[in-house]
Structure formats: C-alpha cells, structure tokens
C-alpha cells in the first residue's frame, strides 16, 4: 500500500520560510515523478511544483523564485522550500506520487 506523509507546515509571518517534506512509503519512489499542489479556502486545488524521476522541475508562475522543489531519493522524500512566503500561499498543501495517488495535506497558514 502506497503511503504519502506531508510535514513542515505551520504559522508564519510574510516574508517568513518554511520547508515541506513528503515522504514515501510502499512504492518505488525513485522512478516516479513527484509533485507539490495547494488549495486556498473557497478555491481549486492548484500546482504549486512538480519534480521528474531526474530532477527536472516545474513551477507555477506565482512561486518562480521564492520555492524550490527538491528529491532525496535514498530517503524517498520530496521536499518543498518556501522563502518570502506571502498571505496569498496560504492554503492546505499536499504532495503527489506519480498521477494519482495523494497525500493527506499540511496546512501553511501565512500571518501577521
């Protein structure tokens, strides 16, 4: 069975960082594509940033320059660093395995 665990989130101050890890349980996780989505209250799950099996990255518009999305393989864990976190990053983040399965979700509240 798949498992996907998302940490790191968390209450921070605009202009703040926090970094998610996702990690991986009962898949290959080296030879899978991971990505990072969010979802604001009222609002459509959205993509934040994806990761190839080889590094490739992928980022929305609005987080070009402030995340970096990143893979330990050996760990099975992807990570999302947030720098200059604004209000409107707010939302439940949740990483993915792949094209389907999901993780549960870690809240990022950013707040002063």
């Known amino acids: 069975q798949v498992q996907l665990v998302e940490s790191g989130g968390g209450l921070v101050q605009p202009g703040g960082s926090l970094r998610l890890s996702c990690v991986v349980s009962?898949?290959?996780?080296?030879?899978?594509?991971m990505g990072w989505y969010r979802q604001a209250p009222g609002k459509e799950r959205e993509l934040v940033a994806t990761i190839t099996s080889r590094g490739r990255t992928n980022y929305a518009d609005s987080v070009k320059g402030r995340f970096t999305v990143s893979r330990d393989n050996a760990k099975n864990t992807v990570y999302l660093q947030m720098n200059s976190l604004k209000p409107e990053d707010t939302a439940v983040y949740y990483c993915?395995?792949?094209?389907?399965?999901w993780g549960q979700g870690t809240l990022v509240t950013v707040s002063s």
């Open positions: 009962g898949s290959i996780f080296s030879i899978n594509a």
């Open positions: 993915k395995l792949g094209a389907s399965t």
